[in-house]
Structure formats: C-alpha cells, structure tokens
C-alpha cells in the first residue's frame, strides 16, 4: 500500500521490500499509510490511485529487485495460496512448476491468467495475458504508471542509500527496524538455468537495462534511479 512522509511518497510493487519499508517510514520517520480512512486504498495501489493532495509536493518512489529473484519470490508465496496457485497452473498452461509458470509469464501466450493475489480489483479485471513485456515489467508499469507516474526506483537491497539520498541526509540515520530478513532469504536462485534466465533478460529486458541488473541476485547498478515522467 501507499505510504508518505512530509517529503515522500512510496508506492508498492508487490514482492519488493515495500512492506519493509512502509514499517521504516511509520516507525522512524513517522510516516502515514493510505491504507486508513479517508483513503482506503488497497494492497499495491497504483500511483493513479492516489490522490493528488497526497501527490503534490511529495518525491514519488518505489522498490524494484532484479527481475530473477522477483519471479522466483513471487512463484514462492503465490504457491501458498489456492486461489494463486490456481492462477500459476493458469500461467503454465496446467502445469505449475516454476520453469513452466515462467515460461508463461514471460512469453505472450492466449491464457486467462491473472497476476494472483497481489494486485487489488483493477488488475483482476485485466489481468495479464503476456505480450511485449513479462510479468515482472507489467507489474512494475501497473503500479508506477505508464509513463512513468513515479520520480525514482529504488534498488530493493540498496534502499536505506536511496532513502538517504532521497532525503539529502546521511545513511547512518536510517537504522534497519527489527526483523528484517535477508533480500535473497530463502529464494534458491539454482533452479534457473541459463535458458530460463534468458527468457527473463528477454521479456524484461527495458527493466534490466534501466536499473543495470546483468545477473540473478545482483544489484542495480546505483540505489535509486531519477526517472523522467
């Protein structure tokens, strides 16, 4: 969901910190969540959603990994759920393990496959049925608008250097809150093999170019990238 400060807006991608970071923004920096009346927004609100009071005079950011552990996360806690895991049986033409769902989400397929349980009543309703883009760059445009309705795209494992630059403030004041998990944890970046990575570089490759992620699990090439709207 969407969070701001005094002098910043955040708005959240699925599977990329966000939910960390909105804890760090109420907790340290005495943050606010659209999530709460009068808003109301849900879950992964794109930034069309928000309302332009909020908007105004407000940097608007949001958190993006690269592409390779997004998938796999996104595959990991959508394998949890029934409603998800029937919508990647969907992605995979019936078969739901994770090189058949990437397939799918990474090529243009007929297929009625929705993004799952992450995205809100909107993105339902026009799900995602492949294309130019995979999933991982539809997603990033649903939320951050296209073009771009957002100023800058925070590297996921580089955000408290992105924060301290949004801010024009040093990184030491920005202390990681308790319990926060390590951006990889859990994700076994084994299961790609080179095929399967290439399909990601293909199908997201304007993602990929833009942050400067060259490989699984690495990081962008600078903590926040200035976009132009």
Known sequence: MASFTNKLLQVHM???????????????LGGSTLACQPWALPDHAPIADV????????????????????YL???????????????????????????????????GRDTE????????????KSGFAGGRDGLYTWSARYVYGEPWGIDALVDTPQMLAALAEL????QERYKPPLNVGTYTKGLDLGVYDEEMVEWVR????????LMGYTNPGICADKPCTRLQR
Not at 73 to 100: E, I, V
Not at 113 to 124: H, N, T
């Open 14 to 28: 699925p599977k990329t910190g966000g939910t960390w970071l909105r804890q760090h923004l109420i907790e340290q």
């Open 51 to 70: 309302p332009s009071k909020i908007r105004g005079g407000r940097v608007a950011f949001g958190t993006i990994r690269d592409p390779w552990t997004w």
């Open 73 to 107: 996360s996104w595959y990991n806690q959508a394998s949890k759920s029934g409603l998800s895991a029937h919508n990647l049986g969907q992605f995979g033409l019936g078969d739901s393990s994770f090189r058949a769902v990437l397939y799918g989400a990474t090529h």
């Open 113 to 124: 496959a929705k993004p799952g349980m992450f995205w809100g009543p909107s993105a339902a």
């Open 167 to 170: 801010t024009g403030t040093e």
């Open 202 to 209: 293909c199908a997201d490759g304007s993602l990929i170019n």
